[in-house]
């Protein structure tokens, strides 16, 4: 099973990027998925994740508003559109997969899978 992540790069303040998370060698029905963060020198941090069905999702206070996540689980595909980017969300991006269905876990340890992580640089 292997996820991966792309569609980082650089952006200007204010703009926006579409990060996608594509999980191949099983279905994600089932999975929650969610997106974190670790800029340099930081722990990594969760940004939101999205339940299975019914498309709900939380997200990080630093980002409620901006950030929206969602999937496609006949693509087998999770999405992480980014708006209003600032200087401080530059950081490589990780898209990660729960076997926990029941509730969307904040901490990296809820997560069993991982992406290899996508660069996000925004610059002022």
């Known amino acids: 099973v292997q996820l991966q992540a792309f569609g980082g790069g650089l952006v200007q303040a204010g703009g926006s990027l579409r990060l996608s998370c594509a999980v191949s060698?099983?279905?994600?029905?089932?999975?929650?998925m969610a997106w974190f963060r670790q800029a340099t020198g930081k722990e990594r941090d969760f940004v939101g994740g999205i339940k299975w069905r019914g498309g709900f999702s939380n997200y990080a206070d630093s980002v409620k508003g901006r950030f929206t996540i969602s999937r496609d689980n006949a693509k087998n595909m999770a999405y992480l559109q980014m708006n209003s980017l600032k200087p401080e969300d530059t950081a490589v991006y990780y898209c990660?997969?729960?076997?926990?269905?029941?509730?969307?876990?904040?901490?990296?340890?809820?997560?069993?899978?991982w992406g290899q992580g996508t660069q996000v640089t925004v610059s002022s």
């Open positions: 060698g099983r279905t994600i029905l089932g999975y929650t």
């Open positions: 990660a997969s729960s076997r926990v269905s029941s509730r969307i876990g904040v901490d990296q340890r809820d997560y069993d899978l």
